[in-house]
């Protein structure tokens, strides 16, 4: 079963033909590929970048369940939903669909991020225009 959060953004990849595997489907590393990269341009749409001097996400944790294989040529919606915001954590879901069968979870994917000061290498709190940012983005209730 798949459980779905509060989506606060989707995001748009098309699969490369170098991103299969031997099989002919997507190689399992990229679909963590994937989610890196939405939640990147998620950030960076936020006005967060990564900044190796300042402070940001690390990755905590991360798993993702292969439902249905993804083959070439297609492009990808991935999700990112809430599934909790802590003081300096966030932890989020993503549901991987293809665009042309929009209906079908082909991957469901979970990840823990903790906001951290680089340099100190201390946790902090996640700061407040993407915890704005976030409410923003959660449907009305």
């Known amino acids: ?40 341009e998620w950030l960076n749409s936020l006005g967060y970048g990564i900044d190796p001097e300042g402070i940001g996400p690390v990755l905590a944790n991360t798993a993702c369940t292969f439902r249905k294989q993804l083959t070439y040529p297609a492009t990808l919606d991935i999700t990112i939903e809430l599934e909790k915001l802590g003081n300096s954590s966030l932890k989020l879901r993503h549901h991987f669909y293809r665009q042309d069968d929009p209906g079908t979870v082909y991957a469901s994917a979970e990840v823990l991020l903790v906001w951290v000061d680089y340099k100190a290498e201390k946790s902090v709190a996640i700061p407040d225009p993407i915890r704005e940012a976030i409410q923003r983005a959660l449907p009305a209730a």
Do not use: C
């Open 1 to 40: 079963m798949t459980t779905h959060y509060p989506v606060i953004d989707k995001r748009t990849i098309s699969m490369r033909w170098g991103d299969m595997d031997a099989v002919g489907h997507l190689n399992n590393t990229y679909y963590f590929r994937y989610l890196e990269q939405v939640r990147i």
